[in-house]
């Protein structure tokens, strides 16, 4: 099914120090166990987020990453850059290799290419 109604989209709680709520939109069941939609593809993901605390600097080096902010307030810093504050309707790229850390209480989609797969996030620092 190439159409996806974010409603339909099973709610994935996370909790401990980075709690959040993801509904996994598009993605891979091949490279995500945690992907349960009936249509799959590697070549990108989409997740919706609500996140609401600190999110540890990690980097991923098999995917680019964009950031893309609904609504709240974040903090971003990305690689060596300063930090920067995301409002609803801006985007953040984060190029494959490249760490990042944010913060703040909002709710983003995050785009993997190709799509994310469970394990290649690794923490830095």
């Given amino acids: 099914m190439p159409v996806v109604h974010l409603s339909d989209v099973p709610e994935l709680s996370v909790a401990g120090s980075n709690p959040l709520v993801m509904k996994k939109a598009v993605g891979s069941r091949h490279r995500d166990p945690n ?3 009936p249509t799959s ?18 980097k991923c080096d098999e995917s680019d990453r964009a950031m893309f902010v609904i609504d709240g307030e974040a903090s971003i810093q990305i690689g060596d850059e300063p930090p920067e504050v995301l409002r609803a309707g ?9 760490a990042y850390e944010f913060s703040g209480e909002f709710t983003y989609l995050v785009i993997n290419a190709p799509a994310f797969r469970q394990g290649s996030d690794v923490r830095v620092g």
Avoid: N, Y
């Fill in 41 to 58: 593809t590697d070549s990108l993901s989409i997740t919706h987020i609500r996140h609401w605390s600190a999110h540890p600097r990690m």
């Fill in 90 to 98: 801006d985007f953040a790229l984060i190029p494959r290799g490249t």
């Fill in 35 to 37: 992907f349960v939609m």
